[in-house]
């Protein structure tokens, strides 16, 4: 459930243009969920390869371009939901997310266009027995 969130919030980001690259910024998105106990402690980049996040077409010809983090998926996407979902000392579960699969992209269709994206993770919980 709350991955799926976290792929509504990724498909509704703001996307800003440099040369042939569309950079995702996470600045003014926000997270909000109800008696949250997780906290994320970090994100790591469980991805073959680490493709590209996804295609966008831009402007009138539907000119594609890659989709990316500025500073990378590990750093921005653990900065973030360090923000939006921190850690707790007393109740909480601290997490570390594996991203399998991230996948941001659009479907034109006539004057339309919608936003998409896919997130798969793996959640890891440190317990208190090691």
């Known amino acids: 459930m709350k991955l799926f969130l976290l792929a509504a919030l990724l498909a ?3 996307l800003s243009a440099r040369a042939q690259t569309y950079y995702l910024d996470l600045t003014n998105q926000a997270l909000t969920l109800s008696d949250n106990t997780l906290g994320v402690e970090q994100v790591v980049d469980g991805r073959a390869g680490q493709p590209p996040i996804g295609i966008v077409y ?11 983090f500025r500073q990378g998926l590990e750093t921005e996407l ?6 939006q979902l921190p850690v707790r000392a ?3 579960h601290t997490v570390v997310l594996c991203v399998r699969s991230l996948h941001i992209g659009e479907i034109m269709g006539g004057k339309k266009q919608q936003a998409i994206a896919e997130l798969t993770a793996d959640v890891y919980e440190q317990l208190t027995d090691g």
């Open 12 to 14: 509704g980001v703001s």
């Open 58 to 68: 831009r402007g009138l010809n539907g000119k594609s371009a890659a989709v990316a």
């Open 78 to 83: 653990t900065s973030f939901l360090q923000i």
């Open 90 to 92: 007393a109740g909480g």
